[in-house]
């Protein structure tokens, strides 16, 4: 189901131009424009959902299911040292278009223009803290 003005959709339909990696009844991959490092490619359902909220179990297990054999095509093709996946959802947190959809990123060395960095705060939370947390989420699952 494409959704009118999703530039996603669009490419899906092929009203607009795309490097095609993969393609099947469900889901379509291909090279983000922006190329953060050589290889990086989106993987988006044919379905138009917006991000990870709006997304079904079904869609999400067609979209996920093809994530491993992708990846291992780019590992194959350009032996990066590594791969991250990355998934933004809502303005907040880097999403700019709103069809869902999940970065795999190549990585090659340190310097390759892609940099995640968190600071992680193990020191700051019990073990008591922890459970309390996991249930307070679990609680809306
Ligand atoms: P987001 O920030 O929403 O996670 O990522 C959107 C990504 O889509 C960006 O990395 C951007 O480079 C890419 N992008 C935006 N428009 C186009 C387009 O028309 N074609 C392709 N191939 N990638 C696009
Ligand atoms: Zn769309």
Redesign the pocket.
Known sequence: MSHEDC?FCK?IDQE?P??KVYEDEHVYA?????Q?TKGHT?VIPKTHTKDIYNTSDDVAAELFARVPKIARAIKETYKPDGINL???NEKAA????FHY?I?ILPRYGTADGFQPSWVTHEDDYTQQDLQQIAAEINKHI
């Open positions: 530039i490419i607009l795309s490097a291909f090279l983000d424009l922006s953060v989106l990355l998934n933004n880097g999403q700019a278009v959809h970065h």
